[in-house]
């Protein structure tokens, strides 16, 4: 008896919201950023995303005599900015090749089992790429720089904000310690929580994270006002594992990102990239719906797919996709840290 691709594909298993529900159910490619959680997920139903700028000013109010009217309250102008959300796709297929022996035995029909399976395993592939081109977006984004892969810029948050990024030097050099000078480091670290404070203003923040390029973290742990914390760090096992690769130092913390995007570093080997955590909606994952007729209206999900059989019933073609804009909101809070070492 003759299979048709088209008979198997046609079950309710492998049509949209199904191939949808399957692509968000398996496993994510593993990533730090991702793995933190910094962004606050926004599904929205629209391929654009609104910000809404309103500039709040707190200001010392001047004593008036007791009996006299008021000081008149300045209220801020309300600004809104519209950013186009990326929309990201990738294609597989399952071809009759692929699916020739899949028919199990003393059966005459496919082994549906098998043809899931092999399905499973295009949509991870799929997803693979996509999980990474999104680690790719959320290191971007804390820089304020968010790239295309081929190098080109997504969004320049700076630009579109009229802001210049905030930029710390730290000394790493040997001779500060003999100078009596070793707590230099734990001097501009306290100069990047200041400016971080005053640049949240008034919203409340969990802490301070430092993403650390190669030659940036190998300079800072040589530090010697940095040394003993990080040797406590280093010798304590259940501390390493608590920690996430990364230790406490001067109110920051500090964590080195060792991943490439082919062959450039995800973070710049001589910096180090400071954000807040905890701060609620200023750092979002904005999810916009697909580009399809069965998402117009719809909240968008993190991951979509669906399926097409190719024409002369050759194979099935499977797209996975996902439109994510990754926001900071308040691009002041994106602190860049640079060193130097003249020894």
């Known amino acids: 008896m003759n299979v048709s691709l088209s008979d198997v594909f046609g079950q309710d298993i492998f049509n949209v919201v199904s191939l949808t529900q399957a692509i968000i159910k398996l496993p994510s ?53 519209a950013f186009v959300i990326p929309h990201i796709a990738k294609e597989d297929a399952v071809k009759a090749d692929d699916v020739l022996g899949l028919r199990a035995f003393g059966e005459s029909t496919l082994s549906l089992e098998s043809v899931v399976n092999k399905v499973n395993d295009r949509l991870q592939r799929i997803k693979d790429s996509i999980d990474l081109t999104k680690e790719h977006m ?48 734990k001097v501009t670290a306290q100069k990047v929580c200041r400016k971080m404070q005053k640049n949240l203003g008034g919203t409340p923040y969990t802490g301070i994270q430092a993403i650390c390029g190669d030659d940036f973290w190998d300079a800072f742990i040589q530090a010697e006002s940095v040394k003993e914390a990080y040797r406590n760090y280093a010798s304590n096992t259940m501390l390493q594992q608590q920690q996430r690769n990364g230790f406490m130092f001067a109110d920051i913390y500090w964590m080195n990102y060792t991943s490439w995007f082919g062959d450039t570093n995800a973070v710049p080997t001589g910096e180090a990239q400071f954000f807040p955590l905890g701060v609620g909606d200023i750092m979002q994952e904005v999810l916009a719906p697909a580009d399809t007729m069965a998402a117009v209206g719809t909240l968008g999900l993190p991951y979509y797919s669906q399926q097409e059989v190719m024409p002369f019933d050759k194979g099935v073609v499977f797209e996975g996709q996902s439109n994510p804009l990754y926001m900071v909101s308040r691009p002041s809070v994106l602190i860049q840290g640079t060193f130097f070492v003249n020894d």
């Not at 804390?142 to 969004?155: E, P």
């Open 138 to 185: 959320r290191i971007g984004a804390i820089q304020g720089l968010i790239k295309d892969a081929d190098g080109t810029t997504l969004l320049d948050l700076f630009d579109a904000f009229g802001l210049t990024r905030d930029s710390f030097q730290f000394n790493f050099s040997k001779t500060q310690a003999l100078l009596g000078a070793n707590d230099d480091v």
């Open 29 to 81: 490619k593993p990533s730090k950023l991702g793995d933190m959680g910094i962004f606050a997920s926004n599904p929205v139903n629209t391929t654009t995303a609104i910000v809404e700028e309103l500039q709040g000013v707190l200001q010392l109010v001047q004593t008036t005599p007791r009996g006299t009217r008021g000081l008149e309250s300045k209220h801020p102008k309300r600004k809104q900015k």
